[in-house]
Each structure stands twice: as C-alpha cells, then as structure tokens.
C-alpha cells in the first residue's frame, strides 16, 4: 500500500518523527537528583531543578556516556564538539523560563535504523540526535480551582531523535518506532517505557500528489503510545486529504491528539525558531570529547537486534518471522539461546522452540504479568520440554498441560511428565483397539459417515483421544482410522 487512492487520484504520505526518549541514569542531566519514578511529588528537586538563584548546571557525564552510546547504535556520526543552547519560553511547569538544549550543534548527526516491514527490510534515516533536559509537569485534574506542579521530572535526561520525513504509512511509523524502542533497550540507555513517559513521539505528517513537492505538514504532539501514534496519523491523512480535496490548505501548526475522541485538534500556529530566542548556554562550556572515550564506549555496545536476526536465521535456520520476534528483547533472545545450549541441536527443534516461547511461553508471562527475565520455567526445563515434543514421548497438546505444571509446580518437565503417566502413545497396535472399541461403540455414524458424511472423521478422533486421556500420537491416530474406515 504505497498510494492512498481517492476519487480524485493518489495521495503519497509523509511522515517524519521526533522522539523523546529518557535517558536511563540515577541522577538527572545538570543536577544530582533522583531520577527515581513514582516518589511523592517534588521528591527529586534540587536548588537548581527549581531555578533558585545563584546555582548552576553541572554536566553528568554518564548521561553524555549514554547519549553517545544511543548515537553508535543508530548508526550515527559522533560530534567531537556540540554546545548547548537555551530554549526560552515561559510555562509554570519550566522554572527557569528556558529549556537546556543543543539547537544549532548536536551531538550526534545523521543515523538511520532498519525496520522490518512486510516488504522486507526499510531504512529510515535519522537527521540528528540531541540531548536536552525534560521539563516538570502540571497536574490540572486534581482539585476544581487548583493547579499543582511536580518538578521531580524537571531536569531529567532527555534524547531526542529527529528523523528525515522517510516513513509512507502510519505502519511504517510504527515499525520504526517498535525498532528504536527495541535497540535503545538493547543499550540500556531507555527502557522504552511508553506507559511511564519515557519515550513518546512528536509526529510530523503530510501528503502531496506523487508527482509534485512534499505537501505541508502538520505536527501532534507528543503522543506516547504506539496505538495512539497509529490513530493520529491516519486521523491526520484523512483530515489533509479532505481538506485539499475541497480546495482548501493545510496550514503548518500543531496540533494535539485526544485519545478520547481519536482526533487531533489545532492548539497553536507552528512556532518558529526566532520565537524561542535561542542562544548558546552562558553557563556551560562546549561540549568537547576525546576520541578515546567514543571508542572505549563502541566497544560497550552489544550485538543489536538485527545482527542477533540474522545471526540467528545464520546459525540455528530460523525463518526470518521467528528470528525476528526472537530477537526483539535481547531477554527473550538469551532464553532461546540458553535454551539450545542444553539439548542436542537440531534445526527442526530450534524451530519448535522459537514457537513454543513467542506462543505458548508468553501466553504464561502474559497470564502472570511476569517478564522472561523472571520467568518461573528456566531456559533448560524449556529446552528438555521441547525435546519431549520432538521426540514423540508427549504430544503438543499434552505438552500444553505440561507447560501450565511446569511453571507452578516448577518441576521438570521429565518428572511431570512422569508423574502424571502423561508419555504419548505411539504404538499403533494400542491405537488400533482403542479406535476399534470407537467405531463399535458408534456403528450408526460409521455408516453415516461411509454414506458421505465427512466430517464424522474429527468426531471418531475426539473419541478416541478421549478413551486415550489426550496420549495418542495424532498422526499414528490419523493413519489408523483412515485405515479402519476404508476397510
Ligand atoms: P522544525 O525544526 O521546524 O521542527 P525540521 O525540518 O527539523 O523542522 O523537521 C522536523 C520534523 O518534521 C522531522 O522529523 C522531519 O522529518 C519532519 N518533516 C519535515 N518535512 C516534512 C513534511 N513535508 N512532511 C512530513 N514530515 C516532515
Ligand atoms: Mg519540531
């Protein structure tokens, strides 16, 4: 789906991002105050988190540390000099009346991150990324006549990364997004926590005649959830498509997203530079990095999500969906591989095993709100119960029952299995009574089902599986009915 078709014609969309990701460390970017989430409001504040006069910025170098990280792992081009500069503007929530950002200097340029599509592999290229301090937050819904302020976000560490207008469709924008998300955890320098704020997009938005220049864009806000990121922009698209449609223009601004109603509103005409008066950061020094140190923290970065996919299509034969999904959470990827490690390898089990963590494994995680890193089935007990699978000694269904034991007995699949007389019937002589006892038990729909009736075929395997208790090997029971019912 490249072109939105319409009556009129086709519409190209055009999507560029600007996400604010937080970076992970203790203390906040100018400040040593906690950057600790869920305390008590105006827990984390210092002198300087709440402007007072006469203090000043210290630089943490363990957020600059983290920034650079990001920019390697976004493929991006660190700046051996950036500076900072002040953004101003007056809100209750921003003490200073400027935000500490890098305007015409960052430090990182250029980037870009591979997302995976239907299409196979897209690129989509970063224009720069740079750091900046959050600001505090306003709480409005609190009492009728009041407005509090909480500062304990004020001064956090922030990255933002500005991408090049590269995305077609809001499923792109949300491929790149899960991609990003999944890299900077990969780094541990964002955990990538929509729900707590800690990553949440600015989402530009246009479309234009294929033929002609890109069309005018509208901005909405910071919007921090994938689902919400999707409905803007479609809302969007439809909103400019109308519009220029009906003669009419879409005008540059932003815009704010109402997740309640699924649409976007006008909230101010776009700003533009001269409105903030930027200048270069009087109290802090440029940013000046030794090359040694970019090194030293390159060689920190571990191997990301699309190596580790195709290394693990490379190395184990996992088709390109499974290997992906493995490799999404280096966690879930670790469990895999631990898992491997502990039975004999073989490419048909790698691949029942990628099935049994991304469905059946995570169902559980799911059901026991419970990440895989604290998972009650260790990687091993998964390896050993994939095993049993393929071997035949249980059958995938038996194995299901097995799983669920697993996890609260937290016993080894072998000694459940054990435990419960669980091991599958293979022998194809025991089916075949089983099954004989089935047919004579239900004459009259042997006949019917020799008349035409097809379907009765399911019924007779329900049947036996039941007489079975769920241990007969299904393609032995299938052989042998065809079998029984052509004689
Ligand atoms: P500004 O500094 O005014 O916000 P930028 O040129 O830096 O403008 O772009 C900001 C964001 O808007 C970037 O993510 C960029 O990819 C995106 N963008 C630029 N032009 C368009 C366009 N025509 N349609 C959609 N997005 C765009
Ligand atoms: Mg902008």
Redesign the pocket.
């Known amino acids: 789906m490249r072109y939105i078709e319409t009556t009129s014609g086709q519409w190209e969309v055009?999507?560029?991002?600007?996400v604010h990701a937080q970076i992970i460390s203790k203390s906040k970017l100018f400040s040593n105050a906690s950057t600790r989430f869920g305390v008590n409001p105006n827990e984390n504040v210092t002198f300087l988190d709440a402007a007072l006069p006469g203090t000043l910025p210290a630089i943490n170098s363990f957020c600059i540390d983290q920034a650079i990280k990001t920019g390697l792992g976004l493929n991006g081009t660190v700046n051996l000099i950036s500076y900072f500069d002040r953004k101003n503007y007056f809100y209750a929530d921003l003490p200073h009346g400027y935000q500490i950002t890098q305007f015409y200097h960052p430090l990182i340029s250029g980037g870009y991150i591979e997302t995976e599509t239907e299409d196979g592999v897209k690129r989509i290229n970063i224009?720069h990324i740079h750091i900046e301090q959050d600001a505090g937050k306003s709480i409005h819904d609190q009492s009728p006549a009041k407005s509090f302020i909480d500062l304990n976000r004020a001064g956090v560490a922030l990255i933002e990364i500005?991408?090049?207008?590269?995305m077609r469709s809001a499923e792109d924008a949300a491929n790149f997004l899960r991609a990003l998300r999944s890299i900077l955890r990969y780094l541990r320098t964002c955990d990538g926590n929509m729900d707590e704020g800690s990553m949440r997009a600015?989402v530009?938005?246009?479309v234009?005649r294929p033929e002609t220049e890109?069309?005018?864009?509208a901005?909405v806000k910071n919007i921090n959830s994938i689902r919400f990121i999707v409905a803007a922009i479609n809302f969007e698209v439809n909103r400019q498509v109308e519009l220029l449609e009906s003669g009419r223009k879409v005008i540059q601004e932003t815009r704010l997203f109402d997740s309640a109603t699924g649409k976007t509103k006008s909230m101010r005409y776009?700003?533009?530079?001269h409105d903030y008066r930027y200048f270069q950061e009087p109290d802090l020094p440029p940013l000046i990095l030794d090359p040694v140190r970019i090194e030293a923290l390159r060689e920190t970065i571990p191997e990301l999500p699309s190596e580790k996919t195709r290394r693990l299509q490379r190395d184990y034969g996992l088709p390109r969906d499974d290997a992906v999904l493995i490799a999404c959470e280096e966690e879930v990827a670790d469990f895999f591989e631990k898992a491997l490690a502990s039975v004999e390898f073989n490419k048909a089990l790698a691949k029942i095993l990628s099935n049994w963590i991304t469905v059946e494994l995570f169902a559980l995680l799911n059901k026991y709100s419970k990440t895989i890193a604290v998972s009650r089935i260790s990687p091993k007990d998964m390896g050993e119960l994939v095993s049993l699978i393929k071997t035949d000694v249980i059958s995938g269904k038996i194995a299901k029952d097995v799983l669920a034991l697993m996890w609260t007995e937290q016993k080894s699949p072998s000694a459940i299995v054990k435990e419960m007389g669980w091991t599958q019937i293979t022998s194809v002589e025991t089916i075949r009574n089983s099954l004989k006892e089935v047919l004579e038990d239900h004459a009259d729909k042997v006949t019917e089902y020799k008349s035409g009736k097809e379907k009765l075929f399911g019924f007779f395997i329900g049947q036996a599986m039941k007489k079975t208790m769920g241990k007969a090997n299904p393609q032995v029971l299938n052989d042998v009915l065809r079998e029984l019912l052509s004689e």
Do not use: F, M
């Open positions: 055009v999507i560029g991002l600007e224009n500005v991408t090049e207008p590269d600015d530009n938005v246009s234009h890109y069309g005018t864009r901005e776009k700003e533009d530079a």
